[in-house]
DNA sequence: GGTGGTCGGTTCATTATTTGAACTGTTATT
DNA sequence: AATAACAGTTCAAATAATGAACCGACCACC
């Protein structure tokens, strides 16, 4: 692995849920040398990308990710499109709404609206979501390009529950609906006891560049729930994509 | 320089101007070889922390920082607390209003808002801020840590204007004046014809974070008015502070 | 329709950086 | 007072990074 890469599997190792960590910890999380670890976290405060809590002498993330996040972000404001969006869904839906981007060969969670039930599916920012096994993961593949579905199709896939699909065929089957409907539908695919559906958000080629999907216990899941679910992520997931590709259509329209 | 600085500096060349950069010119502008920074690009990319346009070939930021900066933001909600009330600020005083976090040896400035005026002060977000010649920059200072303040004041410090502070007994002294007002004032310290005023977010443990900051041209702006905003941007300062500390103790709570 | 320039991308012998076992010193626990 | 876990450092050995030269593709210009 490039010293590059281990560097940015260090920045991995933090989450949601284990926001700081120290150097022995991160040492043996990544496998290599207290040393090697160290040299690396030290060259990542150099740019602001962890620092270091004074007291405990913890690391964390920095800000210099946020300034290269928001950069990002300015031009290509996939957040600030969507995020009102998702909002609204989880008002009407009152479950769990979560939106995501690709990023490498999975769906990324940018974004996570949760409902004030005790009872609901919880998922964390930063959370990435498979592509075979999850409703965004099928809506993403329904409109992806056709090398990705490729890349995802090759090779062994997980079964995370038994209604994992983890045949080619039943894969294709699912996106080929949810790319008819509109939207896909995922019964306990990656967890037992939650059912999903998830539209596609795409880009002015139209390969999808993301999604948007809603969460929720099967318990209190009915069929026609699913089905209004569906239509309503569809239209969120319409109406963020116009409003993302209207925006980038200025942005070129500036450079020109 | 570290492989690892290398590659994040490569990141760094990428702004909210130039968001799309191609291979030559990223190593033309890095100082690389092209087989370097290719190498580096790819190592970025399989992290998701750079992308390739497929039709122009050009690599922009990718989503793997949107991931952890997320991420980051789940921790530390800076930019989510502090940005409503930039906004409140903005719209009381129709000036440009900037919120910096601090990051490795200055100020990041990492959201804006502008006003409608045609004439006004334009601020880029990831647009890094001196710790010396700006009202943000004293702001923070008066502040921050002894080291920081020492980092800051040892070494040639540039005069970007006139008016631009470079003796450390004079930036002491300004320091000083922002600690007892609570909101500092810089007159074209950075640029010709812009007067800003400042105050500092501070942590829990009483050391600045970041800084909030309206900036307006100097031609339009009465010493009234700077008094005023002085006092309005003191205010939220404080204010995203008290919220920023009290979230923070919620989660030390839950940790406990 | 050739020609020179630039582009993205690749190769491989040379070179410089990274590596990790062993070390120090500090702090919390028993 | 002993133990253990922690953060951080050192330096010879091992490994990974480097860059000049290369390819084919594309574009503009004479």
Redesign the pocket.
């Known amino acids: 692995?490039?010293?590059?890469?281990?560097a940015i599997s260090l920045l991995e190792l933090f989450s949601v849920d284990e926001p700081e960590?120290?150097?022995?910890?991160?040492?043996?999380r990544s496998g290599?040398?207290?040393?090697?670890t160290?040299?690396?976290?030290?060259?990542l405060a150099g740019h602001g990308f962890v620092e270091?809590d004074i007291g405990?002498?913890?690391?964390r993330l920095g800000a210099g990710l946020s300034r290269l996040a928001r950069i990002r972000e300015a031009r290509f404001p996939f957040l600030q499109t969507a995020v009102p969006l998702v909002r609204d869904l989880a008002a009407s839906t009152a479950e769990t709404v979560h939106l995501s981007e690709f990023g490498v060969d999975s769906l990324v969670t940018v974004h996570v609206e949760h409902p004030a039930w005790a009872n609901r599916v919880n998922i964390d920012i930063g959370q990435l979501l498979p592509l075979h096994s999850t409703a965004s993961g099928i809506a993403y593949l329904a409109f992806a390009r056709d090398e990705t579905v490729k890349a995802c199709l090759t090779g062994s896939l997980d079964a995370f529950t038994a209604h994992t699909l983890i045949e080619p065929a039943a894969i294709s089957r699912s996106m080929s609906e949810a790319r008819e409907r509109g939207y896909s539908i995922y019964d306990q695919g990656y967890e037992e006891g939650v059912i999903s559906v998830a539209a596609a958000i795409r880009g002015a080629d139209g390969f999808a560049l993301g999604t948007i999907a809603v969460a929720a216990p099967k318990a209190r899941t009915t069929a026609a729930a699913i089905a209004e679910r569906g239509l309503a992520v569809r239209e969120a997931a319409r109406e963020i994509s116009m409003r993302l590709n209207g925006e980038n259509l200025q942005i070129l329209r500036r450079q020109a």
């Open positions: 692995m490039s010293t590059v890469g281990k960590l120290g150097l022995s910890d991160l040492a043996r290599f040398d207290k040393a090697t160290r040299r690396l976290l030290v060259a270091q405990t002498r913890h690391y």
